[in-house]
């Protein structure tokens, strides 16, 4: 057998709301806050295009187990169209490959928005990840490889127009996972006679989280900066940048072994003050499904739906998923969160994905 691999990184979990930047891909925003955290395990829950900023949830060590349900999530977005000008993708990130003018009023694009309120098909942008034949569509895009997607039913739950200004107009848009914002606009575009592309995107809201509890990536070192040093009084942050210091001029081997000792120890407490402060941000794995049902476990039921085992719960659903918490031996009243499961056909609750400290 071979060496097991060994885990880099703490143990953490729960789920970070960020507030994307600009020109990041969803990937540099979850390598940036696994970094910060000094998470051994992270993953995001849908990419958002570099041009778009907004809502984008981080989930961290078991929150990771339960990042498809956000996926699948209701989303909300509010968009600038662009009018008169189509791009290789659809928005200000590409290449203009057609103009025409533009001659539309407010009540034009008011009364062509009411044809896209509902259950709609729409065909996906080549620029977007979804795959074809294990290629992201966006890579075979950028290499002038067309493919042909079949159209996709979504919902459009609402479509607001905000504001409007000759050649570009704001919208806010709620709907369904897989919706395109960028292929709305075009449609949008093409609808009014016009063309149309997207010139700015921000997403509000993902599943259950809005922007109002969302952390730029800023405000997580300087959360993370504050929280480290105040573990230190003025003397022991200066002890400890003076180690640093011969440290780094004269090797490690400058230092006694109790010096070695004392730095371990100082940077050990300040970094613990800064994991600390990062870690009352983190939002309860649970959350994540917090418009779901809920069934209440008692001590026999929890044990065997830690073990993998389906259990009949009185007055629970009949249908679709749950979260289920129960109670653990020797842990008192509390209910904890176990995970999530699924009424089978006899009634009977099974357990899908379960938090592994809970058991």
Not at 12 to 38: E, P, W, Y
Not at 60 to 80: I, V
Not at 121 to 130: D, N, R, T, V
Request: include cysteine; aromatic fraction near 6%; charged fraction near 30%.
């Amino acid at each position: 057998m071979g060496k097991r691999r060994r885990s880099r990184g703490r143990p953490v979990n729960g789920i970070i709301v960020v507030d994307k930047f600009k020109g990041a891909s969803s990937n540099d925003v979850l390598q940036k806050v696994k970094r910060i955290f000094g998470a051994a395990k992270a993953g995001h829950t849908g990419s958002l295009d570099p041009l778009a900023t907004g809502v984008l949830p981080i989930c961290l060590g078991e929150a990771t187990k339960f990042s498809q349900f956000l996926l699948d999530s209701d989303k909300s977005y509010r968009t600038t169209v662009q009018l008169g000008v189509k791009t290789t993708t659809g928005d200000a990130e590409g290449e203009v490959v057609e103009e025409r003018p533009v001659q539309v009023t407010r009540s034009d694009v008011e009364a062509v928005l009411t044809q896209f309120l509902g259950e709609i098909e729409q065909i996906p942008s080549m620029y977007s990840a979804l795959k074809h034949k294990g290629q992201p569509l966006y890579k075979l895009a950028r290499e002038g490889i067309e493919v042909e997607r079949p159209a996709r039913k979504i919902t459009i739950h609402r479509i607001e127009l905000l504001d409007f200004e000759a050649d570009r107009f704001v919208l806010e848009v709620d709907c369904t996972k897989g919706t395109y914002i960028r292929t709305l606009a075009e449609d949008i575009g093409e609808a009014l006679g016009c063309l149309a592309h997207v010139a700015e995107l921000r997403r509000l809201k993902a599943g259950p989280y809005a922007e109002q509890v969302a952390y730029s990536i800023e405000q997580l070192e300087s959360i993370k900066f504050e929280g480290r040093s105040g573990m230190l009084t003025g003397e022991q942050a200066d002890e400890l940048e003076s180690l640093f210091a011969r440290m780094d001029e004269a090797g490690r081997d400058s230092l006694e072994d109790d010096e070695l000792e004392r730095l371990k120890e100082l940077s050990s407490r300040r970094n613990r003050g800064g994991n600390q402060a990062l870690d009352t941000l983190l939002l309860p794995l649970d959350t994540s499904v917090s418009n779901w049902p809920e069934v209440r476990l008692g001590v026999n039921s929890s044990f065997y739906v830690s073990q993998g085992q389906p259990v009949l719960v009185p007055q629970a659903p009949t249908s679709g998923y749950v979260r289920i918490y129960g109670m653990v031996e020797g842990g008192g009243e509390e209910y904890c969160f176990l995970g999530v499961g699924e009424v089978l056909d006899d009634g009977r609750i099974a357990p899908k994905r379960l938090v592994r400290s809970a058991a």
